[in-house]
């Protein structure tokens, strides 16, 4: 704190200099060992499983062999390959109907919104064995008899996933809406002309990059390892494959459990990175 600045400009440093004088340091030190013990406890409950698995995978001889026996074998990147491709298609059409109506209950009809919510909360409260029965029992029968044909059951498959993805995809997307002020840019794009598309897409979206990429992640992670609705839909996707090689093999269950643990960290390392960098952009200039 300088004497020559003037005595406003001095007052906030002397308070917050007497404010942090008068907190005691024994306490601090105290929170920050507790802070500590319970990051070592909650790292050593993640590693340590971890670890073991590796272990177990390494049993193999010769060494890696589980590794390269499940890299070599054709249906881990077959099952892989077609549940990404399932990903892709179920976080497209969760886009196409999340975003939309996440923006236009919080811009037009807030009073709806527990409703919306309560609505994307019912994949939690059915089971995916009951919602597959259901599906089953409506499209293996006339008129639409979607099951019947492997199109058909992949247009199921991603439908399900779908409502699977409801409740994570939603609240991403409601979060990143939240952040931003929709009703003013929204109303500003419309004094300038824009349609209802071009708000969505050039003025929205921008704003919701992070969110977006979280909900994609989420939906990925579900899609891959989930197993009940493509079992009995008869879809060679990643999980019923997981399933097969548990059954039939001891130490490639291990290695594959840790390939795909290292692509989901990956992708939440691509959501951090991508955030980081939205973050850390300027805002756009209001000036021509």
């Known amino acids: ?144 008899q979607l099951v019947a044909t492997d199109m058909g059951s992949n247009v199921v498959l991603v439908g399900a996933y779908v409502i699977l993805s409801f409740p994570y995809m939603y609240r991403a997307v409601d979060t990143g809406l939240a952040a931003i002020d929709v009703r003013s840019l929204t109303e500003a794009a419309q004094s300038l002309g824009a349609g209802w598309a071009r708000i969505v897409v050039r003025i929205i979206l921008p704003g919701l990059r992070t969110a977006l990429l979280s909900g994609a992640f989420l939906t990925l992670a579900i899609v891959i390892g989930e197993f009940t609705i493509a079992q009995f839909l008869a879809r060679e996707t990643f999980g019923p494959y997981l399933s097969l090689i548990g059954r039939n093999k001891a130490y490639e269950p291990a290695a594959v459990s840790l390939v795909t643990f290292a692509l989901t960290w990956l992708a939440m390392g691509m959501i951090a990175i991508v955030g980081r960098s939205n973050r850390g952009r300027p805002p756009a200039s209001g000036g021509r």
Request: a positive charge; charged letters at 15%; proline letters at 9%.
């Open 1 to 144: 704190m300088s004497l020559s600045q003037p005595i406003g400009a001095r007052v906030p440093e002397a308070f917050e200099t007497i404010q942090s004088s008068g907190r005691p340091r024994g306490r601090r030190r105290v929170g920050s060992v507790w802070a500590w013990v319970i990051f070592l406890l909650g790292a050593i409950y993640f590693l340590v499983p971890l670890v073991a698995t590796f272990e177990f995978s390494m049993r193999a001889q010769p060494a890696f062999a589980a590794y390269t026996k499940s890299f070599g074998d054709p249906g881990f990147l077959e099952s892989l390959g077609y549940s990404f491709v399932i990903a892709i298609l179920t976080i497209v059409v969760s886009l196409a109907l999340i975003i939309p109506t996440a923006y236009w209950v919080r811009l037009r009809l807030p009073r709806l919104r527990p409703v919306v919510e309560f609505i994307t909360l019912v994949p939690f409260v059915i089971p995916p064995i009951i919602l597959v029965f259901g599906l089953l029992q409506v499209y293996k029968n006339q008129p639409v």
